[in-house]
Nanobody, 125 residues
Framework: VQLQASGGGLVQAGGSLRLSCVTS????????MGWFRRAPGKDREFVAA????????YYADSVKGRSTISRDNAKNTVYLQMNSLKPEDTAVYSC???????????????????WGHGTLVTVSS
């Protein structure tokens, strides 16, 4: 599975961005999909995830209420809509995929087998 994230950029605090992650090489609908981010000098952290099948969604507390994850199985794409952006949201955002694990922990990076290159989001104050 190949993943390609896009949509990052420079935005002022309070603004919005929509990140996209296009996958190829396998049946997208069978994958749990997650977004993670890594801020400068910090560890990678979970942002949001959406499961295969029912499409259950999960969010980190830091983005809950400000972000929406969604998937379009026809387009092999997962999206992350981020609103009311804050300077602390500045990070490289990466998407990840997990093939229908029976034990799926969406917040854990170890749950994911495939990772894409990140897209940089910079939020200015």
């Amino acid at each position: 599975v190949q993943l390609q994230a896009s949509g990052g950029g420079l935005v002022q605090a309070g603004g919005s961005l929509r990140l996209s992650c296009v996958t190829s090489g396998s049946t997208f609908r069978n994958y749990n999909m997650g977004w993670f981010r890594r801020a400068p000098g910090k560890d990678r952290e979970f942002v949001a995830a959406v499961s295969w099948g029912l499409g259950s969604t999960y969010y980190a507390d830091s983005v809950k209420g400000r972000s929406t994850i969604s998937r379009d199985n026809a387009k092999n794409t997962v999206y992350l809509q981020m609103n009311s952006l804050k300077p602390e949201d500045t990070a490289v955002y990466s998407c990840a995929a997990d093939y229908r694990s029976s034990l799926y922990y969406p917040q854990s990076s170890e749950s994911y087998d495939y990772w894409g290159h990140g897209t940089l989001v910079t939020v200015s104050s």
